[in-house]
């Protein structure tokens, strides 16, 4: 069945029609060409798709976009602040906590919402709040260096 949303996305209200069936990923794919936002898994395991739905961590993979009627996403693209990098992704480029990027959006948007959640997290915590999202070339010590860098960013 098709019906019409509206969705706040990166900061502005858009009214569209979907199909009952699409995934929030393929919407922000397809529809707003938001290109951060990557498949991985496809269902759910791996964090690579994450976006933030009212600011907390969600697959989009894994949720219907129907579901997400009235709330709003946040996705990489609406980090950024023109041609400035967000204080969590200058980290992730200073700490060299990356190397083909592709979990790269995933992991940000999850640092982004720890950190507002919990300022100051434990190594414990860090690695207990990103565990859904997975990396498969760069090591954990520089990922955690990074959310460490950025925790500084943000206090600054
Ligand atoms: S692609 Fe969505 S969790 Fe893996
Ligand atoms: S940097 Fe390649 S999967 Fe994480």
Redesign the pocket.
């Known amino acids: 069945m098709k019906r019409d949303i509206t969705v706040k996305i990166n900061n502005r209200d858009e009214s569209f029609t979907i199909d009952d069936a699409d995934t929030l990923l393929e919407v922000l794919r397809d529809r707003f060409k938001l290109w951060s936002v990557r498949e991985g898994c496809g269902v759910g395991a791996c964090g690579t798709c994450t976006v933030l739905l009212d600011g907390q961590p969600v697959s989009s993979c894994f949720l219907l976009a129907a579901r997400t009627a009235g709330h709003e996403i946040t996705t990489l693209e609406g980090l950024s602040d023109g041609q400035s990098l967000h204080p969590i992704q200058q980290a992730w480029v200073e700490q060299r906590a990356?190397?083909?990027?592709?979990?790269?959006p995933g992991?940000v948007l999850s640092v982004k919402a720890l950190l507002e959640e919990n300022p100051n997290p434990t190594d414990e915590e860090v690695r207990e709040y990103l565990a859904g999202n997975?990396?498969?070339?760069?090591g954990y010590a520089d990922i955690l260096r990074a959310v460490r860098a950025a925790q500084e960013k943000l206090r600054a």
């Open positions: 990356l190397q083909c990027a592709y979990c790269t992991f997975l990396c498969r070339c760069a």
